[in-house]
């Protein structure tokens, strides 16, 4: 066998977190469908609920309770089961995930042993911080403080536990950087986000079956509107690509005076997609790799920063509760990274929701979720077009600046550059609405019983398994986020560059262009469904 | 199959790759900037009115841009 | 029809480097790399009809490991002869 041999369409299926990101989220959606057939295997995925020290008499909040299996409420076939397994749900999920995420090492040739060590450790220190995030004080809002005896929260939803996931990550990476290095085999965000945003797939296909439990026309109402995110975010992100890429790339070369590739890098890179369009569009233009990763160091630092500031911005600030899908599609196309981007996007729909809820003292409810998929529309399709993005640059840069005689660019650069969990997130988003749409008789009454097994498979998926990722993705991010690297004299001027047109150009337009295209959509109020 | 040699072992242990931040050359980086060419301007340009179309089709085309 | 000749190619912070089971070149520049390429190509006689396609993959594993997980495709070129 040659040492080296051809690079097939299928290269890599085994070998990358793109592939096991896939095999992962849409394994566990296909053992989830079992259910349709009464077979409930993804019951025993975790979730926390709101707990306090002392709960008051008839109210809530035990903490024997805090951790639970999502098949104790939403199971058909083995709710009794699922139901004695409590806490013991926080290990059968580390088991499991474990094992699965494991394998997916294995296969990638990383070292086994300090992964499993890494994860463990990561792992339980999420458990730890879901539990604190979870205690009312933090979680509760001031419309259900009251049913866990409180009389003041902190009115943070789930963000909370985010929050401080992100804390203690960057507590780490920060103050003990032998200990972040060792766990460095295990954190990885963007591996973790990409198993998320497939689940989030799920999500999208399931928010139909939820709400026609409610009502059939809300049903068809969420199938329209994740439909018209799906076509205004594909817009808004081709268009503004194709402004900021060139906008960044004039400010680094007229102002910064950079040299064509760094400048043509880092115009990727500060544009949307981050460390991901920083490679393509590096090898794009046949760059030495040590820019794209310079330029990569940076962009997981920038873009840690924006997690910071921009959800609270946009809730508190502008554009707040009024235009929450603006805030979302803007987030999409101003945070760099799949993995800062999708936090971000959960910070602000958990933010956005508890705040519509306590403006309207309980009367408005919005539906989980459909904020952060704003946010990761407009991502995804970006991870989609910088493929092609790379491509243009690619010619550009072979036939008209370098022209080196005999080399041509190969279009099958196209497919090798494709973000491929994309295909799992698109996959489990129309399977689901295959299901609605086809058995599921679009949510009729006389399809409830049907629709009830699917969304007993459903649910553990998109709720416990997505949450649980998102936690290791906002711990990971923070542990791998190194906040001296921007004071390394190395990035020099790129720093400011980044900060530039970050602030100066890049979110202004994004949020112009969100604007643009989303203002005036509405999500559905569910609070008169709600108990 | 070709022996494997141990750089090249090396060079596939996880975690390694061949390249780190820290083994850079900065200057080669940020330093030597070419004069602004016309297929510079011809590929921004492009790209700025490939923007313009997209907006004018996009916002006559999605049903929830301001135009609608 | 050409030859083609898979090999890969990657960065070690100084030089490219393509490799191939026949044959490993360094360079500076890519400019220097193509034409050692050739050379070798030439004087092994690993043309068909005097043509040759050779399809320089780039080594995923000299991309770090924390990069892959963002993307772990660098580029792939074709250089003609």
Not at chain 1, 248 to 275: D, E, N, Q, W
Request: aromatic content about 14%; charged content about 15%; overall charge positive.
């Amino acid at each position: 066998m040659a040492q080296y041999p051809e690079r097939k369409w299928y290269s890599g299926m085994l070998s990358t977190e793109d592939w096991w990101a896939v095999w992962i989220a849409v394994g566990f959606f296909m053992i989830s469908l079992l259910n349709i057939w009464g077979i409930d295997l993804v019951g025993w995925m975790t979730y926390p609920t709101k707990w306090v020290f002392n709960p008051p008499e008839g109210g809530k909040g035990a903490i024997s309770q805090a951790f639970y299996a999502l098949g104790k409420k939403y199971s058909v076939s083995a709710k009794g089961f699922y139901k004695g397994l409590g806490w013991w749900s926080v290990i059968w999920s580390y088991v499991i995930f474990g094992t699965a995420l494991t394998i997916g090492a294995a296969f990638m040739k990383w070292n086994v042993k300090r992964f499993v060590g890494g994860f463990t450790i990561i792992y339980f220190l999420t458990i730890a911080i879901w539990f604190i995030g979870h205690h009312a004080f933090i979680a509760a809002t001031k419309v259900n403080m009251h049913k866990y005896g409180l009389n003041f929260a902190l009115n943070l939803g789930g963000g909370g536990s985010f929050i401080l996931a992100l804390i203690v990550g960057l507590i780490i990476g920060n103050f003990f950087k032998g200990f972040a290095k060792y766990l460095s085999e295990a954190a990885k965000p963007e591996w973790y986000i990409k198993t998320a945003i497939v689940t989030l797939g799920v999500k999208l296909g399931y928010l139909p079956i939820k709400l026609s439990a409610f009502s059939q026309k809300l049903g068809k109402q969420a199938a329209d509107l994740t439909f018209d995110l799906f076509v205004a975010g594909a817009a808004a992100t081709v268009v503004a690509y194709l402004i900021f890429w060139p906008g960044v790339y004039v400010i680094s070369r007229k102002i910064f005076k950079l040299p064509r590739k760094t400048a043509a890098v880092l115009g990727s890179g500060i544009s949307i997609c981050g460390v991901s369009a920083a490679v393509a569009t590096g090898g794009a233009v046949r760059a030495k790799p040590v820019v794209s990763i310079m330029v990569s160091a940076l962009v997981v630092v920038w873009a840690v920063i924006e997690l910071i500031i921009l959800p609270g911005f946009f809730t508190h600030v502008w554009p707040g509760t009024k235009d929450p899908l603006v805030a979302g599609a803007s987030m999409g196309m101003a945070v760099k990274t799949d993995g800062a981007d999708a936090a971000a996007g959960e910070l602000l729909d958990e933010f956005m929701r508890t705040k519509i809820e306590i403006e309207t003292n309980g009367a408005v409810k919005w539906p989980e979720g459909i904020i952060t998929a704003s946010a990761v529309m407009t991502k995804v399709w970006i991870d989609m077009f910088i493929g092609i993005w790379a491509f243009v640059l690619a010619l550009v840069w072979v036939y008209k600046f370098e022209r080196r005689p005999g080399e041509r660019v190969p279009a099958s650069e196209v497919w090798h550059r494709f973000p491929k969990f994309v295909i799992g997130y698109f996959f489990c988003w129309f399977f689901l609405l295959a299901i609605y749409f086809g058995p599921g008789q679009g949510g009729a009454p006389e399809a409830m019983p049907f629709l009830k097994t699917v969304k007993a498979g459903a649910v553990p998926v998109e709720k416990g398994m997505r949450k649980l990722f998102f936690m290791l993705t906002f711990l990971s991010l923070g542990i791998i986020t190194d906040f001296k690297k921007l004071k390394e004299a190395q990035f020099g001027k790129m720093v400011w560059v980044y900060f530039v047109a970050l602030f100066g150009f890049i979110i202004p337009v994004a949020i112009i262009i969100g604007y643009l295209f989303h203002h005036g959509m509405t999500l559905p109020n569910i609070a008169q469904y709600m108990k | 199959m070709a022996e494997v040699t141990t750089e090249e072992k090396k060079e596939t242990q996880p975690g390694t790759g061949s390249l780190s931040v820290d083994a850079l050359e900065a200057e080669d980086v940020l330093a030597g900037a070419e004069e602004w060419s016309s297929t510079e301007t011809w590929l921004v340009l492009g790209s700025f009115i490939a923007a313009i179309i997209a907006l004018f089709i996009g916002l006559l085309v999605v049903p929830t841009s301001v135009l609608h | 029809m050409p030859m083609v000749i898979y090999a890969s190619i990657r960065h070690d912070g100084k030089d490219w480097i393509v490799k191939h089971d026949a044959f490993e070149v360094r360079g500076k520049t890519l400019d220097e790399i193509d034409e050692k390429v050739k050379q070798v190509v030439r004087e092994k006689g690993l043309m068909r009809g005097g043509k040759a396609q050779v399809y320089m993959a780039y080594d995923n594993n000299a991309i770090p490991q924390w990069i892959r997980q963002y993307s772990s495709h660098y580029f792939d070129r074709v250089v003609e002869l």
